[in-house]
């Protein structure tokens, strides 16, 4: 198997196609990546900026490129020895434009006829045999808009197939719409009332049925191709969690492939290990993430704060946001695994919804992935159980139904045999990563601000920092375990980028201050929500400077995901009012436009040491490294789509020729850590090249330990031959004296400087004031070694 020394990920769009990133290669090629990872490329909704929306997966979107776009791609980076990696989409496909998805369309027009209902996740018996699409407005009348034309059913911009012999003369659009096999409900009856499984809460991707072999057979038809003609060396696998039977799909892609290089995109909670049996290299880095941002995380500003806007514990507080999510926005699901329900279940359905929707609610993970995963469940059953004790038969009743292996009859719960699981159990299986998706990372991470470079995908933010000695040991095990799995700092997903969270971690360093400006920044701009206060605080600090337009979009997007003071679906418009006038604030207002630029000039410099040295952990820890696109500068990105925004690559090129024409940079010249972010292109640049030129460096893993009163703020390893050496609380380390006599320990020999060519002669120490003395990240490499 072809395994990438690291990564750099592409958004491609209409904007940026595969043509452009076939022109963008000798730059990435310079900048030492070693394979290009593409975001998905099969053909998508139009004008989708994502690619996670496919309506034909026979074919590589024209408006993305092509296939022709993919050819040349692919030769530009196979001719600069490079490798393609891509992202895929096999648990749903999108259905915003039913005449743009020859699938579904097939369903709408044939019903349960059509040879694509087997391949959508429809439960048909639950709308008397039709598919309910809820598109319609809240107006009284609504089915009164609809028009025949061309044979199809119209409402407004939506179209729909008439089904063969439906439609007669004089019939009107409403008496043909009754005769289909679908039935067009108001969009709010979806959480209650759909009866295909979604992705998520999004009712425009509609959950597709891999596990059946021949849905997966034409669904992977074009992948195949790219692997027969050696286009695509290895695969990214998005939100495996929603598929029927994760560990069957990755066995079946590995065939396919022919056994090439596979991630997936699988959401870890702390402590929580990838199935050993799946047939993949591990996951997409988020569990890397977390490691990394707390160890720049001072744990003594843990207590104040906790205390400066007081809420309840996270594991609490989710609780609530999941039994919300189940009850409301994912109740649809919960009551389809009601009716799953055996006859004999001795449960009323006002009951079992309440018992299933508690135990979503208490699952401690994603999902199990039976017979894996069973302590989850039980583990759940007791929380639930501790929760709500008047359902506690109702509880004892469904354990056994949830996880049948623990009965002789198993698979005879539910319905259809799926892996010996029956069908309720795998769906709630499938169910209860959808709620803790949108009850953790889509709620409760708006809700809780205590430090908000913590809320990231795949991170507790109850989890404050990690020691050094702690995230020694988990290198270890990922060095051990998972050596091929990816590491990242940023992604299309993050909610801030990783920049943003270096600045912001710094809050944490001075927690008083902190306390201070907030106070003051609330009294001057109120906005009534002292959580939501504190998050947009900390979003604006750690972006800064940002336009003003980013900053609005943000606070719309922060507070109705929160779903406290102001929704989505119902928005509170003084509460709004407020929050955009304190956006305003932060630009009009001078009190509180000094406060926001006097606060960001006393943690700026922090925020680049935390920032360069996070991103050389990243890169040279155990693992394959991405660059998501841009961040070889620095990125002050917050969430989607604010992170997916146009890269000025000709200004990158610019900056990385200025010092790769001599293949060193002498300490003299060496960029400033400013702004202009060279300093952060230097350090990307050379801890990738020397990854791919000299991968034996970096088969190891030895931690590197300090001497004297700051050793606490160096953080070390040796890859076998490659020095990764860090700074960490640079602010306590300012207020302590600096590094005075500190120094670390390192095996006698000289040492040559990657970024800046200085070469250290160590006696079995180096003075920690010479290695950063320039940066406060430093990657060596040991000459005598060579």
């Given at each position: 198997m072809r395994t990438p020394r690291s990564t750099y990920?592409?958004?491609?769009?209409?904007?940026?196609?595969?043509?452009?990133?076939?022109d963008l290669v000798p730059y990435l090629a310079?900048?030492?990546?070693?394979?290009?990872?593409?975001?998905?490329?099969?053909?998508a909704e139009e004008g989708s900026d994502h690619g996670y929306d496919?309506?034909?997966?026979?074919?590589?979107?024209?408006?993305?490129?092509?296939?022709?776009?993919?050819?040349?791609?692919?030769?530009?980076?196979?001719?600069?020895?490079?490798?393609?990696?891509?992202?895929i989409v096999p648990n749903h496909m999108g259905i915003a434009t039913p005449h743009s998805n020859p699938w579904w369309w097939s369903v709408l027009a044939q019903g349960r006829e059509s040879r694509y209902a087997e391949a959508f996740d429809i439960d048909w018996d639950a709308a008397n045999g039709k598919l309910r699409l809820p598109v319609l407005g809240d107006g009284d009348n609504e089915l009164a808009e609809l028009k025949l034309a061309g044979g199809e059913l119209h409402y407004y911009d939506h179209r729909f197939p008439v089904a063969q012999g439906t439609a007669g003369d004089g019939d009107s659009a409403q008496d043909v719409h009754a005769r289909q096999?679908?039935?067009l409900v108001n969009w709010r009856r979806a959480d209650n009332e759909l009866n295909y499984r979604r992705f998520f809460g999004v009712n425009t991707l509609a959950g597709v049925r891999v596990e059946e072999p021949w849905v997966f057979d034409e669904s992977h038809a074009e992948i195949k191709r790219w692997f027969d003609e050696g286009l695509v060396d290895g695969l990214r696998i998005d939100h495996p969690d929603g598929l029927a039977d994760p560990k069957g799909y990755l066995a079946r892609l590995r065939e396919l492939t022919r056994g090439a290089y596979i991630l997936v995109e699988k959401i870890l909670e702390p402590g929580e290990k990838l199935p050993a049996d799946w047939e993949t290299e591990g996951t997409t880095g988020y569990d890397a993430l977390a490691d990394i941002d707390r160890l720049f995380v001072d744990p003594a500003g843990m207590k104040p704060l906790t205390d400066l806007v007081p809420t309840e514990p996270f594991g609490h507080m989710i609780h609530g946001t999941k039994r919300n999510i189940a009850d409301q926005l994912l109740h649809s699901e919960v009551q389809r695994l009601v009716r799953l329900l055996p006859g004999d279940s001795g449960l009323d359905a006002q009951t079992a919804a309440d018992a299933l929707a508690e135990l979503l609610a208490c699952f401690p993970v994603y999902r199990s992935y039976l017979p894996e995963g069973a302590e989850y469940l039980a583990d759940a059953v007791i929380a639930a159980k501790v929760r709500r004790p008047d359902l506690a038969g109702a509880l004892d009743a469904l354990h056994p139904l949830l996880n049948p292996l623990l009965t002789a009859q198993a698979g005879s719960a539910g319905g259809a045999d799926r892996g010996g699981l029956g069908e309720l159990a795998t769906r709630f299986q499938q169910t209860s990563g959808m709620v803790m998706a949108k009850g953790v990372e889509d709620t409760a991470f708006y809700r809780y601000s205590r430090l908000t470079s913590l809320n990231e995908v795949g991170a507790d933010p109850a989890h404050f920092a990690v020691e050094p000695f702690e995230l020694h040991t988990r290198l270890v095990r990922r060095q051990q375990e998972q050596p091929a799995a990816m590491t990242a700092l940023t992604t299309h997903d993050t909610k801030r980028s990783e920049d943003t969270r270096a600045r912001i971690s710094v809050l944490s360093e001075i927690p008083d201050e902190w306390r201070e400006a907030f106070t003051q920044l609330s009294s001057l701009a109120p906005m009534g929500d002292p959580a939501m206060e504190n998050l947009l605080w900390q979003a604006i600090v750690g972006a800064w400077p940002l336009s003003r337009e980013r900053a609005h979009a943000y606070a719309e997007k922060a507070s109705r995901e929160a779903s406290a003071s102001t929704t989505w679906t119902a928005p509170n418009a003084e509460f709004e009012a407020r929050m955009h006038a304190a956006v305003d604030a932060a630009f009009d207002d001078p009190a509180v436009n000094s406060l926001v630029t006097s606060l960001v000039e006393r943690i700026r410099a922090a925020g680049y040491s935390n920032s360069l040295s996070a991103k050389l952990l990243q890169l040279t820890m155990p693992g394959v490294p991405d660059v998501y696109q841009g961040t070889e500068f620095w990125d002050r990105s917050l969430v989607d789509p604010d992170n997916r925004r146009d890269v000025d690559f000709s200004r990158r090129r610019e900056v990385l020729a200025s010092f790769t024409e001599t293949g060193s940079t002498p300490a003299g010249d060496a960029p400033k850590i400013d702004e202009d972010a060279a300093a952060k292109l230097l350090l990307v640049s050379r801890a990738l090249r020397l990854k791919r030129s000299r991968p034996e460096l970096f088969t190891d893993y030895l931690p590197v330990t300090a001497t004297g009163p700051a050793a606490e703020h160096v953080f070390g390893f040796d890859r076998g031959g490659a020095v990764?050496?860090?700074?960490?609380?640079?602010?306590?380390?300012?207020?302590?004296?600096?590094?005075?006599?500190?120094?670390?320990?390192?095996p006698q020999g000289t040492y040559s400087d990657a970024m800046t060519g200085r070469t250290h002669e160590s006696s079995g120490t180096v003075p920690a004031a010479d290695l950063f003395g320039i940066y406060p990240a430093v990657l060596l490499v040991r000459k005598d070694g060579e």
């Open positions: 990920r592409l958004q491609i769009r209409p904007s940026f196609t595969l043509f452009d990133a076939a310079d900048l030492g990546v070693d394979w290009v990872y593409l975001s998905p490329i099969l053909t496919v309506v034909d997966p026979s074919a590589v979107d024209p408006a993305r490129g092509g296939a022709e776009g993919l050819k040349a791609l692919s030769d530009a980076a196979h001719a600069a020895g490079m490798g393609v990696l891509v992202d096999h679908y039935e990764t050496l860090v700074t960490r609380l640079p602010l306590g380390l300012q207020r302590s004296g600096g590094w005075q006599d500190t120094a670390v320990v390192l």
